[in-house]
């Protein structure tokens, strides 16, 4: 063998040990990132074990989300002594705000549950207050709006000014019915009123079931309306008025939960793009180590677009107002 190939051969041995060391160097940096930062994150702290109430936000929209119940199931499973849920949400779809409840009412079962109203729980947000057997709100919040809708565009007037017209071969007269490209028929309205009513009645059975109303108490709350937190205490809606102190409270006198825990968020979605700290260190880690484009793309990809384009589907238990004018 020559000595020019000698050379070509030690290159290459020299090239995979430095791979090899580069890639162990960076599992290790990311594997101390790692370790750092859920020490350092709430949600860290929340899964090491300190001992706090854990606090859970449910904000915004509500839909299906199976990271969301993973989460719930987590702190269930945590040694934390109590948790209280504060909820600022019109609602949702009526599968995402079941799913909610279902997951709120396992945790309830194994945790001292409460759920503070921090200024809208309507709809689906009311259904997933339901799960605790105590609600709070502050005395201008808004609650209830117990009712279900199922809304859809009609394109038939536009199409008609345009001059398109849309065909379609289906099986079944009420196969994709409403489809928005024609009028809606009597048969497709009417299947979709037993859709919303058969779901109104459970909505109200739940209601009725979970706050210990009669029929005439149900009626007077259960027809799409919201009501202040003043209002609401009255028509058993809610228990009582207040913030997250008188929740603390509550969880001291009829939970025996230990006076001055402190109160600590509970991330209901960490990922890891989410945290960062992480984040930042991943990007210095990767930079530091002659890996730039990846550093690029931890940063790029940990960026909070700043707007979430949500896709509700199905049927909603959803509160909005009027626009204004």
């Known amino acids: 063998m020559s000595i020019e190939s000698d050379v070509i051969v030690d290159r290459r041995r020299l090239r995979r040990k430095l791979t090899f060391w580069r890639v162990a160097s960076v599992l290790i940096a990311i594997a101390a990132v790692v370790a750092v930062g859920a020490y350092a994150t709430p949600w860290g702290r929340a899964l090491t ?62 945790k001292p549950m409460v759920v503070v109203v ?24 808004l609650v209830g709006s117990i009712g279900v809708l199922f809304q859809y565009p009609n394109f038939t007037d536009l199409l008609k000014t345009v001059g398109v017209k849309v065909e379609e071969v289906k099986s079944s007269p009420l196969k994709a019915a409403p489809n928005g490209f024609e009028p809606t028929s009597p048969e497709a309205r009417a299947a979709l009123d037993a859709l919303v009513k058969d779901s109104y009645a459970w909505f109200r059975g739940l209601v009725q079931t979970r706050r210990g ?6 009626e007077k709350v259960a027809d799409g309306r919201v009501f202040t937190g003043r209002q609401a205490v009255d028509l058993k809606l809610i228990d009582q ?8 409270a509550w969880l001291v006198a009829e939970k025996k939960i230990t006076p001055d825990l402190p109160v600590r968020d509970f991330k209901l979605s960490p990922r890891f793009g989410d945290m960062t700290f992480l984040r930042t260190a991943a990007s210095v880690t990767f930079d530091a180590l002659g890996l730039s484009s990846i550093a690029r793309q931890v940063e790029q990809t940990g960026i909070v677009r700043a707007a979430d384009r949500l896709g509700l589907d199905g049927m909603l238990a959803l509160w909005q107002p009027a626009p204004s004018n």
């Open 49 to 110: 074990g300190a001992s706090a109430i854990q606090r859970v936000n449910i904000e915004g929209l509500i839909r299906n989300d199976q990271n969301r119940v993973e989460a719930l199931e987590r702190l269930g499973k945590s040694n934390a002594p109590a948790v209280i849920v504060h909820i600022n949400s019109p609602g949702g779809t009526t599968a995402g705000s079941e799913q909610l409840y279902d997951a709120l009412m396992r945790l309830k079962a194994k």
């Open 118 to 141: 921090d200024g809208l729980c309507a709809s689906g947000g009311y259904i997933a207050a339901l799960a605790s057997d105590h609600i709070i709100a502050q005395q201008t919040a």
């Open 213 to 218: 109303m009669d029929n005439g108490q149900l």
């Open 241 to 248: 008025l207040g913030d997250e102190k008188a929740a603390i």
